[in-house]
């Protein structure tokens, strides 16, 4: 309790840069395992946010303390502070968006940040997938809704923007949260056009698409459409087969074996199925447009048509025979 105390009364109290950035870093490595009435019963929370995050100085440093509180096991998690940990996502959004509004090209401010800036992308990335891979349901409402619907939506907007950073451990660290979101979401989608509710919406003459999906299937479809062009964007190559002779001359096949590349190909292409069977005439059309400007539309590249083959071979079996037929016929 000593140790908290001090780091609380320095931040507080203190004005040295120095000596706010190492009790920063300090308080990191303690908010592990010191008890959780020192993290949800304090301003700790929304000092990290409101006073740390925004200055450029200890960004890196704060956002580090944050993902630390939100790799806490959600099971570890008494119910009187599930609140607070959802407060934290909205403090965080609140703060994040006064410096790095969601419609900035993470992209670019990666490529063409400092050191600085691309450690906080990275961090920002982790803490992302962290909050939201376990306490993403803790926003879930009875009537299937989501509570604080905007923070929730924003947050997913910038884990897409993140997504797009040309850097292979931040897109592996993001693919592991949407390996999760397009499971559980295509999970819950299922189960809600078998109930009930969606049995009633069904019996309406000329049920629009919407009707027929669960209440965050349509809050997060700009999301998932968004999702499903980053997928086919950077597609991984899949396992290649090469037919070659052997020195008996018989012609044999063989397999690559660049195991990273087709572990990544393989997550990958389960989450692009996901997608698809949340809405394969959102994947066709996406594919159909990428693939006419391939074609026709004067934006070649070889990179570009690999990776469209490669995510169209990733879905096959994800239509139904006749839908798969009219999309490769078309």
């Known amino acids: ?44 929370i929304s000092g990290l946010a409101s006073k740390f995050l925004p200055n450029s100085i200890f960004r890196t440093a704060t956002i580090e303390c944050l993902t630390e ?26 703060q994040l968006s006064t410096f790095f509004p969601r419609e900035t090209n993470m992209a ?3 490529d063409e940040g400092s050191e600085a800036d691309r450690a906080f992308i990275s961090r920002l990335a982790l803490f992302f997938c962290t909050y939201l891979k376990s306490y993403l349901s803790l ?15 924003e947050s997913l907007v910038y884990m897409i923007r993140v997504s797009e950073v040309d850097d292979e451990e931040i897109f592996k660290t993001c693919l592991d949260f949407w390996m999760y979101f397009s499971k559980e979401l295509y999970t819950i989608d299922a189960q809600w056009k078998i109930s009930p509710a969606s049995s009633l919406n069904n019996q309406a003459v000329n049920v629009s698409r919407l009707n027929n999906m669960h209440p965050k299937h349509v809050l997060f479809d700009a999301i998932l459409h968004s999702l499903r062009i980053l997928m086919i ?22 397999m690559t074996k660049d195991t990273e590349v087709i572990a990544q190909y393989k997550l990958m292409r389960e989450i692009i199925v996901y997608l698809t069977n949340l809405s394969y005439e959102d994947t066709e059309a996406i594919m159909l447009e990428k693939l006419d400007s391939q ?3 004067g934006m070649f590249s070889w990179n570009g048509l690999n990776t469209l083959c490669w995510a ?15 999309f490769l016929v078309s």
């Open 1 to 44: 309790s000593q140790i908290f105390q001090l780091c609380e009364f320095i931040l507080e109290a203190s004005n040295k840069p120095s000596l706010l950035l190492a009790t920063l870093q300090t308080l990191q490595r303690f908010l592990t395992w010191i008890p959780l009435g020192y993290i949800f019963e304090t301003n700790i």
């Open 69 to 94: 509180i939100a790799s806490l096991s959600p099971s570890d998690i008494p119910d009187v502070y599930k609140g607070s940990m959802q407060k934290l996502l909205v403090h965080f959004i609140q």
């Open 108 to 110: 670019a401010a990666y």
């Open 139 to 153: 926003f879930d409402l009875p009537n299937g809704g989501v509570a604080e619907e905007q923070v929730v939506y």
């Open 233 to 254: 964007d950077r597609m991984a190559k899949p396992e290649e087969v090469i037919i070659v002779e052997d020195d008996n001359g018989q012609i044999v096949r063989e």
């Open 295 to 297: 074609v026709a539309g």
């Open 312 to 326: 169209i071979g990733s879905i096959s079996g994800a239509m139904s025979e006749l839908d798969e037929k009219r």
